[in-house]
């Protein structure tokens, strides 16, 4: 029997500022989303020395609220490192399913100016 090869969920390229905290951790830490999807994401964090499979919380507010989300290391390197989300409900994917739709909202807006000003100019 052949295993299915698993494609990885479409990125959204973003720069979201975010705080972090791991699991064995008091302080919290900072980073940068670099791209998001549904499964996982990038943070960028220049430096620091994350384990595979080490569990963190990022933090990140969309549209003024604040929004919480469970995630596990699973490759890194020497920018930052690859996170799978561990949605512990349909909530939690929720808050990522937003996020997207958020960036995604944004980036369309930009777009659609940008499409006024060409025809304008032309």
């Known amino acids: 029997m052949e295993s299915a090869i698993q494609q990885p969920a479409p990125r959204t390229p973003l720069q979201l500022g975010v705080t972090f905290r791991r699991s064995y951790a008091r302080d919290e830490s900072s980073g940068t989303l ?4 549904i499964s996982g994401a990038f943070l960028e ?13 990022l933090h990140f507010s969309v549209s003024g609220r604040l929004r919480k989300v469970q995630a596990m290391v699973i490759w890194k390197n020497s920018v930052g490192c690859g996170v799978k989300f561990l949605p512990l409900n349909n909530r939690d994917v929720q808050i990522v ?26």
């Open 97 to 122: 399913d937003d996020l997207i739709y958020f960036v995604e909202s944004q980036r369309d807006d930009r777009r659609s100016v940008l499409d006024n000003i060409f025809k304008r100019v032309s």
């Open 45 to 57: 964090v220049p430096g620091s020395e994350f384990m595979a499979r080490e569990k963190i919380q």
């Open 34 to 37: 670099r791209n998001i999807s």
